[in-house]
């Protein structure tokens, strides 16, 4: 469970974007962070992802106070805890694509031998198994963000933040990226966060907070 409380930040000092938000996302639930672009949607899934630190306010992640942590213990709660889908896929251009999905790995002490069959199977469960050898820029924008997904999935993480997920997706596989958020939360318990603009997505989720 992420429980967000009195929350504000912005980049510059003269220009707060999000004004003293409070918000909790259970366990088990997807939540779809809606509003117009610019609002903050991605913004505050940095803040969460522990990206970004914010002027004031608490964010907790099971009950763990994630504001004021010292940095190494921030990265490695990022690095265990949390999976995030970036709007952009940013996925490492020099790097084969089954590389960047594995990247998380040496985080949780999986051997690289576990975490490329595990990297393989999220692929094909994506379509994107036949691409793992390429580079980044050999991939569609689509299939980017499906790597970007797998990449995110792949350590197991107890949160996912996946902003706009599906931005680049035709609806079939929208559908299939909906469908793996949702079980990640029913079935296994996860605390999923998307920021969208898609009717579909916020209709799939189980809340829909528009900032
Ligand atoms: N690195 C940055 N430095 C300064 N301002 C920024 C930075 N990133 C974002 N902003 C500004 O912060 C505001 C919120 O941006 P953010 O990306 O969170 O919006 P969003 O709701 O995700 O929009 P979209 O729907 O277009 O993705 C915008 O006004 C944006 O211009
Ligand atoms: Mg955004």
Redesign the pocket.
């Known amino acids: 469970m992420v429980v967000i409380e009195g929350l504000s930040f ?3 000092r003269s ?1 707060p ?1 999000l004004v003293d938000l409070s918000f909790e996302f259970p366990t088990g639930t997807v939540t779809a962070v809606t ?12 803040l969460v992802g522990l990206l970004l630190s914010p002027w004031e306010g608490s964010i907790r992640i099971d009950e763990v106070e994630t504001v004021g942590m010292p940095d190494r213990a921030r990265s490695r709660l990022r690095g265990e805890r949390i999976g995030f889908v970036f ?1 952009d896929a940013a996925l490492d251009a020099t790097r084969t694509v089954v590389d960047n999905v594995v990247e998380g790995s040496v985080y949780t002490g999986m051997s690289r031998r576990a975490a490329v069959r595990r990297a393989r199977e999220l692929m094909d469960r994506f379509g994107v198994g036949l691409r793992a050898d390429h580079r980044p820029g050999e991939v569609s924008g689509g299939q980017a963000q499906r790597v970007a997904l797998c990449r995110a999935l792949l350590v197991d993480p107890d949160v996912i933040l996946a ?2 997920p599906t931005g680049n997706l035709d609806v079939g596989t929208a559908q299939v990226v909906i469908d793996a958020l949702r079980e990640a939360a029913h079935s296994e318990a996860k605390t999923v966060i998307v ?1 969208t ?1 898609d009717p579909d997505v916020m209709a799939a989720c189980d809340r829909v907070w528009e ?1």
């Not at 509003?35 to 940095?46: D, E, N, V």
């Open positions: 912005g980049y510059r220009e974007i509003g117009p672009s610019g609002k903050g949607k991605s913004t505050l899934l940095y709007q902003d706009e920021a603009h900032l």
